[in-house]
């Protein structure tokens, strides 16, 4: 990755930081040229990441209209048309609508439900939990051995819950592997899609006219 990807990738990581979700739109953060700039790097590419985030928006949409608590309680991360839901809510009716809500936005073609229902969640559970989503970002964007740009994480009572494209199975494990070092994770599901790489056709060889 260049230095200047890293710098950008920084800057987001700054906003992750200080609460700004991924699904955020980049522009808030950085404006609208650099965002441009980091999202050709990433493997869904400019469209890929304005559908995406046109699909969290409306999904942050359906939730306010329907109850301004979800937003609250619930994290919402896009790739792909892929919406990963995660955090923790007191019923099951709650997780139920979240996921009925999500699949109701345009361009959804899967919901990753991974929304607890428990009571357990408190102040410093959340504060401790963005602070292991902020630490891991940072790790990422540093190893030079990883596209950092091509992942998003959540984390809720110690669980990290990543989403994005890995370009190997190597650079998967090692993104797990900073996840695994940073205090207080316990677990890490992972809803990454591995690169798959399209075999290109080798040129035809013309036979020499015969004499």
């Keep these: 990755m260049t230095m200047r990807v890293k ?22 953060v950085i404006g609208a040229g650099a965002a441009t700039g980091v999202a050709a790097y990433q493997e869904r590419g400019i469209d890929g990441v304005a559908r995406d985030l046109r699909i969290a928006t409306s999904v942050k949409d359906k939730f306010l209209q329907f109850d301004h608590m979800l937003l609250t309680d619930i994290g919402i991360e896009v790739y792909e048309g892929r919406v990963m839901l995660t955090g923790q809510v007191d019923n099951e009716d709650i997780r139920a609508n979240a996921v009925r809500l999500s699949w109701g936005a345009d361009g959804v073609v899967e919901v990753i439900n991974e929304i607890l229902v428990t009571d357990d969640g408190n102040i410093l559970d959340t504060a401790r939990d963005g602070f292991i989503t902020a630490q891991l970002h940072s790790r990422l964007t540093f190893d030079n051995d990883i596209l950092a740009i091509n992942y998003a994480a959540e984390t809720v009572g110690g ?4 989403i994005g494209i890995a370009q190997s199975a190597e650079e998967l494990e090692r993104v797990k592997n900073h996840a ?29 006219p015969e004499n």
């Excluded at 930081?17 to 699904?23: E, N, R, V």
């Excluded at 669980?159 to 990543?162: C, G, K, P, S």
């Excluded at 940073?182 to 056709?201: D, E, M, N, W």
Aim: aromatic fraction near 6%; glycine fraction near 8%.
């Design 180 to 208: 695994r070092s940073i205090s207080y994770v316990q677990r890490i599901i992972s809803h990454v899609r591995i690169k798959t790489f399209t075999a290109q056709p080798q040129p035809q060889q013309t036979p020499a």
């Design 7 to 28: 710098m950008l990738s920084a800057v987001l990581t700054l906003g992750l930081s200080l609460g700004i979700g991924a699904c955020t739109p980049v522009g808030v």
């Design 159 to 162: 669980t990290v819950y990543l």
